[in-house]
C-alpha cells in the first residue's frame, strides 16, 4: 500500500480511537521508509498518547524541534551509541537524511558506535547483539536460562517420582 494511503488509515484509526492499530501501522512504515522523518514524527505523536517518552524521543532523536526530556528517556534506556544505532533503525548514509540536523545527529552516534566498537560501523551494518529494548543478548544469558529451566524440570520429575512412591 502505498505510503499516502497508508498514512490517510493512520489518520483514520487515531480519529476512531485505534491507537494500537495506528501504531502497528507506523511501525510498518518505519520499517519500509526508514529515512522519512514525517512517519517517525507520526510515531513519536502515537508513543506520546501511550505515554511513553523514550520511545517517542527515539522517533524524534533526529528532529531539531524533539523534547528534551523524552530525549532524555531515549538515551537512558538507550545508554551507548550502539543501542541507540541500532533503535534508531535508520538505513543507508546520513545524506539520505531530509535536514542538516538530522545527518548531524546520525552523524555523531554512527562515530561514537563506531569509537565504542573499536572498528567503523554505518548504518546498514548496525552493532547487532543487542534486543530493541537496548539489552545485550549474550549466549551466557541463554545458557543461564536454560540451566534454570533444566534444573525446575529436574525438581519436578524428583517431586513426581515421590508423589508416585508415596501412593504406592
Request: hydrophobic share 45%; glycine share 8%.
Amino acid at each position: 500500500m502505498p505510503l499516502r494511503d497508508t498514512l490517510a488509515r493512520v489518520d483514520a484509526d487515531l480519529a476512531a480511537g485505534r491507537i494500537p492499530v495506528a501504531r502497528q501501522r507506523l511501525r510498518g512504515l518505519v520499517s519500509s521508509f526508514p529515512n522519512d522523518l514525517t512517519v517517525r514524527r507520526r510515531l513519536a505523536e502515537v508513543y506520546r498518547l501511550y505515554g511513553e517518552p523514550a520511545e517517542a524521543g527515539r522517533w524524534m532523536y533526529l528532529e531539531r524541534d524533539r523534547c528534551e526530556a523524552e530525549t532524555s528517556a531515549f538515551e537512558a534506556r538507550y545508554r551507548t551509541a550502539p543501542q541507540r544505532m541500532r533503535a534508531l533503525a535508520w538505513h543507508g548514509p546520513e545524506s539520505l537524511a531530509q535536514t542538516a540536523f538530522a545527518r548531524e545527529q546520525l552523524a555523531a552516534v554512527r562515530a561514537a558506535s563506531s569509537k565504542a566498537q573499536g572498528h567503523p560501523v554505518d548504518w546498514d551494518t548496525a552493532p547487532s547483539g543487542w534486543k530493541e529494548d537496548g539489552r545485550q543478548r549474550s549466549v551466557a544469558g541463554l545458557l543461564a536460562g536454560a540451566g534454570c529451566l533444566v534444573a525446575v524440570l529436574a525438581f519436578l520429575a524428583i517431586w513426581v517420582r515421590g508423589l508416585v512412591a508415596l501412593f504406592d
